[in-house]
């Protein structure tokens, strides 16, 4: 096998490798997804003993299979006891859920993790946390915990930045210097007024106004923006015309 990219390993035949939490199980259809690729089993086997009827959400597994159309159809799956040992050094990313502000934890692809007064953010601040966000985590792996010592936000290909023009707070979108731009429920705000730094647009959104400077980052779309980030500078801050 070659090297393993986000768990996904490949050899020169197409044929793949993949360890995960099994999430988004559909019985009937035989689909599921791991560590966000989508797999199919219709003609897949269990190996050694386990029987593919035992599949359930949040059961580890390796699966055995090749891409077709960018999902993985899996040949044969085999339940997996411990994903990573203890000590290992992980990095791992995707959409977090089950995210509880009081114990500071949160799980990501099915794996736990456990944030400390030693973690550091970049791209996205300890608040901005919410079910939904995509982070990517480093880490170390002890007793079934991913202890982060490092968590970022989703990094965009595109930036824009001016004073906003229109606002429909209805379906969450901003007309900036033209631009069209979308917010989601993972775009996160920095507003200079907020002493606790990014948080979600569900707070923030209903200040935005027409003549507001801001810089974004996001995806370039199919005619829009998919904004990540979107930062409100004063009118001090920007290189407007207000000189």
Excluded: C, H, P, W
């Amino acid at each position: 096998m070659g090297a393993r990219v986000s768990g996904l390993a490949f050899d020169d035949d197409n044929e793949v490798e993949l360890e995960g939490v099994v999430q988004n199980l559909d019985a009937v259809a035989r689909t599921f997804t791991i560590n966000g690729f989508s797999v199919n089993y219709e003609l897949a086997s269990g190996d050694d003993d386990f029987d593919l009827d035992d599949l359930s959400d949040g059961m580890a597994v390796e699966v055995e299979g090749y891409l077709q159309d960018g999902i993985l159809m899996a040949k044969e799956i085999d339940d997996e006891d411990d994903l990573f040992d203890d000590d290992d050094d992980i990095e791992i990313s995707g959409d977090l859920y089950d995210y509880d502000s009081s114990t500071r934890t949160f799980r990501i692809n099915g794996v736990l993790v456990q944030i400390d007064s030693d973690t550091d953010f970049d791209d996205i601040s300890a608040s901005s946390l919410q079910d939904g966000v995509f982070v990517k985590v480093e880490g170390d792996f002890r007793s079934g915990v991913l202890l982060a010592e490092e968590i970022e936000g989703r990094e965009g290909d595109d930036e824009v930045e001016g004073r906003i023009e229109q606002i429909d707070l209805a379906s969450e979108v901003l007309i900036v210097s033209g631009v069209r731009v979308q917010l989601t429920a993972s775009t996160l705000i920095d507003d200079d007024d907020d002493d606790d730094g990014r948080r979600s647009r569900v707070d923030d959104i209903n200040a935005f106004m027409v003549g507001d400077y801001v810089e974004m980052e996001g995806r370039r779309r199919n005619g829009y923006l998919e904004a990540f980030t979107i930062e409100r500078e004063d009118d001090d801050d920007d290189d407007g015309d207000d000189d």
